[in-house]
T-cell receptor
């Protein structure tokens, strides 16, 4: 099966500009996650969707970050305006459940550099 | 609050030597523990989870609730094991979000 797709793979912007990332999960996966991975750190969850509803956005900086999954499939993550500290890899993951076990499958990530 | 600690940023071993990647966690409830791996130029992928109690690519990990540890072990390192390893925790019944450690870079030298 095709994996989680993300675009763009790389993005360079100046601070205070806006940027958007796109994610296409594995077909049939109801749950979608966005993680932020700053250099030298592990991924940190930003937001979790179940179909088109938000399950957890407690760590999303809502003054500048927004995310949507309108039709319960693709998702976009936006940053407006960007700050230098937003430089990171943004990972999208989708998951499926088999019995009590859930497995998250990760996309290749979008590497963002804010200058 | 959930927390995962991986004390080593880099672990270098010789081929054929035993490997142990350390992971400690703090969580007040019933956690589910995972090891994820990222090989060079590849995406992050699940290596193993504690509830499966299985060996993947020769790696095993045992959950020790008394010591709140989930160390990853392999008796004989191979060159292809060189990668970034992340320990992660998920709360059982808690939405399945993952809390990751900072990762350990394993380098297997010939």
């Amino acid at each position: 099966e095709a994996g989680v797709a993300q675009s763009p793979r790389y993005k360079i912007i100046e601070k205070r500009q806006s940027v958007a990332f796109w994610c296409n999960p594995i077909s049939g996966h109801a749950t979608l996650y966005w993680y932020q991975q700053i250099l030298g750190q592990g991924p940190k969850l930003l937001i979790q969707f179940q179909n088109n509803g938000v399950v957890d956005d407690s760590q999303l900086p809502k003054d500048r970050f927004s995310a949507e999954r309108l039709k319960g499939v693709d998702s976009t993550l936006k940053i407006q305006p960007a700050k230098l500290e937003d430089s990171a890899v943004y990972l999208c993951a989708s998951s499926t459940r088999q019995g009590i076990q859930e497995t998250q499958y990760f996309g290749p990530g979008t590497r963002l550099l804010v200058l | 609050a959930q927390r995962v600690t991986q004390p080593e940023k880099l672990l270098s071993v010789f081929k054929g030597a035993p490997v142990e990647l350390k992971c400690n966690y703090s969580y007040s409830g019933s956690p589910e523990l995972f090891w994820y791996v990222q090989y060079s130029r590849q995406r992050l992928q699940l290596l193993l989870r504690h509830i499966s109690r299985e060996s993947i690519k020769g790696f095993t990990a045992d959950l020790n609730k008394g010591e709140t540890s989930f160390h990853l072990k392999k008796p004989f390192a191979q060159e292809e094991d060189s990668a970034m390893y992340y320990c992660a925790l998920s709360s059982v019944g808690g939405g399945n979000k993952l809390t990751f450690g900072t990762g350990t870079q394993l380098k297997v030298e010939l």
